[in-house]
């Protein structure tokens, strides 16, 4: 099975996401790479550090790529994709303000309805 290993971030020069390789510059800044459109060598985005999202393998119901800090709406709740314990999952608040987890894979599998609304950035 491949394995897509793709990042976003939003650019530092406001010019909105970009999606790619990730690379730190000689300073450790964050930088999203893409190939450049004349087929000349890549090109570096230095992107905000907090706004760095990695892919993670799954689509929405639209075929929308899923990254870390999508918010996901399932009808009833919006649940924010992150890593826990070892892997992709929806996180939810309780009613109460408790935090729940369910891994992603099942969460889009188990309702087929949920898109992508938004992102934490």
């Avoid at 090109?43 to 918010?71: A, M, R, S």
Wanted: overall charge positive; hydrophobic content about 35%; charged content about 25%.
């Amino acid at each position: 099975m491949n394995r897509e290993i793709l990042f976003r971030g939003l650019r530092a020069d406001g010019k909105g996401w970009v999606e790619g390789g990730f690379t730190l510059d000689a300073a450790k800044q964050p930088r999203i790479t893409t190939d450049h459109k004349s087929g000349e060598g890549l090109v570096f985005h230095n992107v905000i550090p907090e706004t760095v999202c990695q892919f993670t393998g799954l689509t929405d119901k639209n075929n929308v790529k899923v990254f870390e800090g999508d918010e996901i709406d399932g009808g009833a709740r919006t649940g924010i994709v992150v890593w826990y314990k070892c892997g992709w999952y929806l996180k939810y608040k309780s009613f109460e303000g408790n935090k729940y987890y369910v891994r992603l894979d099942q969460a889009l599998t188990n309702n087929p309805l949920r898109i992508v609304i938004g992102n934490i950035h």
